[in-house]
């Protein structure tokens, strides 16, 4: 069964650097998201991604983040400027059709900012 | 606004139903999903409703949906401890790009 996946599992950077985190979607699917999950808390929408660009983003989605999808497959979320708030599960998550809009979700990416 | 809201904690023991409820503020909202996080894993889609359906049942899981009242519940019947994990309420605001909006979710721990 074809599944979204996520790398690195576990990420541990240092307050200021960059991370880009990567996805590989489900391969028929068009349209990408991205959730972040502060332990504990709600998951929270970031951002959405259709041909090619953003079509909508969240007040959590700011200048420090961007969105790319390089090739085909891969859909990846760079952090440019990393700080300790950004410390959260990010999910990847993906769909083929937004009229019943059945996402399917990455098993995430755990990243730890110190 | 949109806003999803979900009871934090429900206890069951095993072979007894459960019913993990949730309200939500869009009306525009044309699905409504539930979904379930087990331990450090992925969010898992369960189950979903169509907002012109009062339920919709799925082997051990019925969906009810009040549209009137903005309610949703997720009855999972038999429970068994494999069941016990996070389970998300969300709601998809119509006339936007798919973005999924959260409940807190509801821890189920069931008991032997």
């Known amino acids: 069964e074809p599944e979204v996946t996520q790398t690195p599992s576990h990420q541990v950077t240092q307050m200021g650097q960059e991370v880009i985190l990567r996805c590989v979607p489900i391969s028929n699917h068009l349209y990408f998201y991205w959730y972040r999950q502060i332990l504990g808390q709600k998951v929270e929408f970031l951002v959405s991604?259709?041909?090619?660009?953003?079509?909508?983003k969240s007040e959590i989605f700011d200048d420090q983040f961007s969105v790319e999808r390089p090739d085909g497959s891969n859909f990846t979320l760079k952090i440019r400027s990393t700080k300790l708030e950004d410390s959260a599960m990010y999910f990847c998550?993906?769909?083929?059709?937004?009229?019943?809009?059945?996402?399917?979700f990455g098993p995430g990416t755990r990243l730890t900012v110190l | 606004g949109e806003d999803v809201e979900q009871s934090l904690f429900l206890s069951v023991r095993e072979g007894d139903s459960s019913v993990i409820n949730c309200t939500y503020t869009?009306?525009?909202?044309?699905?409504l999903y539930w979904y379930k996080q087990e331990p450090g894993a992925g969010l898992q889609l369960l189950t979903y409703?169509?907002?012109?359906?009062d339920m919709k049942q799925d082997q051990r899981l019925t969906v009810l949906l009040n549209k009137k009242d903005k309610h949703l519940s997720l009855r999972i019947a038999d429970t068994q401890t494999g069941d016990s994990a996070i389970y998300f309420c969300a709601e998809s605001p119509q006339g936007n790009t798919g973005k999924l909006i959260f409940g807190q979710g509801t821890t189920l721990q069931v008991k032997p």
């Open positions: 869009d009306s525009s909202s044309t699905y």
């Open positions: 991604f259709y041909n090619n660009e953003i079509s909508e």
């Open positions: 998550a993906s769909t083929g059709l937004l009229q019943s809009n059945e996402q399917f």
């Open positions: 409703i169509f907002s012109n359906m």
